[in-house]
């Protein structure tokens, strides 16, 4: 395996070496980053050459770390909102997910080891269907909007949006963050449907229905990238 750094992090890359080929190519694999170049190029100028895309590179950054998902164990604690539900594994030729979140459990009846997660992410999901739900009511009514229709998605690199005609979506993965901070996403995207963009307006606006948001800004800044990968074995950014 070679080696090059981007950003101070040393990142792996496959290299394949084409006769043929006349450039030195990067392609994303699922395995990671690979490499071809020419025969005649030395190793050290293939680096330079990867070295040189930093910038292209950085801007897929998430795709320079491919999810290796932890695997989920019977007993574990899953971050749920501003507390934890204890995960139960039971073997089941069909799969279901039972959350409940006043128990403190998700029930989880699976098929096999590799089931496990997408049906805790379905369990995710359902909760998050019902508690946006009930956020976007209670905050509409606050705010004086009106919304058309709530989305439950997996964006990568938002964690929520709403569209022109006042479709409201969110992460399933905020169910894993504090309430405060999902609960500032959905007064972001419900001052969108009065200012489709970014002005000192919109950012007045979220200011008047959330205060501290600068906060919540901040631990989603901070904390995304845990986000993005849970729920699996490191523990959840203290709530502070
Ligand atoms: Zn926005």
Known sequence: MHEVTIAGRTVPYRLVRNAR????????????LRVSAPTRLSDR??????????RWLLRHEALLHPQVPEPLIDGQMLP?????????IRHSTRGSVRLRPDDARMAVAAPDADAVRPLVE??????????FALM????AHRMGVTYASIGIRDPRTRWGSCSARGALSFSWRLMMAPARVAEYVVVHEMAHLTHLDHS?????LV?????????DRF?????GDWLSRAPGNTPPPPLD
Not at 200 to 204: G, S, V
Not at 219 to 223: A, N, T, V
Request: aromatic fraction near 14%; hydrophobic fraction near 35%; proline fraction near 3%.
């Open 80 to 88: 749920f909102l501003d507390g934890a539900v204890e995960l139960g």
């Open 207 to 215: 200011q008047h229905f959330s205060p501290d948001f600068a906060r």
């Open 122 to 131: 379905r369990g995710y999901r359902g909760a998050a269907r019902d508690w």
């Open 21 to 32: 080929s006349r450039h030195v190519r990067i392609t994303f694999t699922p395995d990671g």
């Open 45 to 54: 100028e293939i680096r330079r050459a990867v070295q040189s895309k930093e």
């Open 219 to 223: 631990w989603l800044r901070d904390h």
């Open 136 to 139: 976007c009511d209670r905050h």
């Open 200 to 204: 000192t307006a919109f950012w007045d």
